[in-house]
């Protein structure tokens, strides 16, 4: 990617730890730019996962796609967990746009605890909750440790530094907020909604269409398995309670949750973001 990868100034790239929103950004942001090319009732996401519409730039590389990458029709969206630090200087030095989402880190541990136990059959395939909270909580990671600054803070400085190039928005946000927050991410991607489309509430259909209880009772979600990821994720894996903040509060103590906290709190110290 860093060799190949030729930007655009018209795209957009999703960034994510994994399990913080990635599949419902990816509808959010794809149904916001085609929302004139077809009616609400009609939109490809009714038929196509939301991974189908938005590709996984790293998984098009890796699996020698690039070519794919190269013939989508501008404004090309792609998405990629890694964190700031490694996106290819074709990205980071372009003035293409990055939409961030970011999620309380309890909540994204046990979403991968049970995304990882669908991938691999069963509970009895991996670690306890107990032994996934304390390898997680010491940084043992596929994309590295949560508790680190090196992606969620990589984002939110640059965020700051750029607002014009980063979206970094909070998953809780977009769950209390979720109209503030689809007219927000339109208005950064550069098509924002015009007055009478406020007034016929095409605002409230989009966010109706990408809402996780919406994706997650079509047919396309509940079952087979998006090219750009591969044939060992079901559609259905990506889909359990992302329209809900704070299951983790069903699976760790008061104690365990506290002591999270209070480590992911000195790690931000003075970056004013906050849990």
């Not at 689809?182 to 098509?191: P, Y």
């Not at 109706?208 to 209880?213: G, N």
């Amino acid at each position: 990617m860093q060799q190949c990868l030729k930007t655009r100034p018209t795209d957009i790239f999703l960034a994510s730890f994994p399990k913080s929103g990635t599949t419902w950004l990816k509808a959010m942001i794809f149904a916001t730019l085609t929302r004139t090319n077809r009616s609400i009732d009609q939109h490809p996401l009714h038929t196509h996962n939301p991974h189908q519409c938005v590709m996984f730039m790293d998984v098009g590389f890796a699996t020698g796609r690039s070519q794919i990458i190269e013939n989508i029709p501008s404004p090309r969206v792609m998405s990629t967990h890694l964190p700031y630090f490694l996106l290819p200087d074709s990205i980071t030095e372009s003035n293409c746009r990055i939409v961030y989402v970011w999620r309380d880190p309890k909540d994204v541990l046990v979403s991968m605890w049970y995304f990882v136990q669908k991938i691999l059959g069963g509970a009895d395939k991996i670690a306890t909750f107990d032994q996934y909270y304390k390898n997680f909580y010491e940084g043992l990671n596929s994309f590295g440790p949560i508790r680190n600054h090196v992606h969620v803070l990589g984002y939110w400085e640059e965020s700051k530094r750029r607002p014009e190039k980063i979206l970094f928005l909070k998953y809780e946000n977009i769950l209390q907020e979720p109209v503030k927050c689809a007219k927000q991410l339109a208005h950064f991607l550069g098509c924002p909604y015009s007055e009478a489309e406020e007034n016929q509430g095409v605002v409230e259909q989009i966010v109706e269409l990408c809402s996780i209880k919406m994706l997650k009772d079509l047919n396309v979600n509940k079952d087979g398995y998006p090219v750009t990821t591969g044939e060992y994720i079901s559609n259905a894996y990506y889909f359990r309670k992302g329209d809900e903040a704070g299951d983790w509060k069903s699976h760790m103590t008061q104690e365990m949750a506290e002591r999270f906290d209070t480590m992911i709190e000195e790690k931000f110290k003075g970056s004013g973001l906050h849990i």
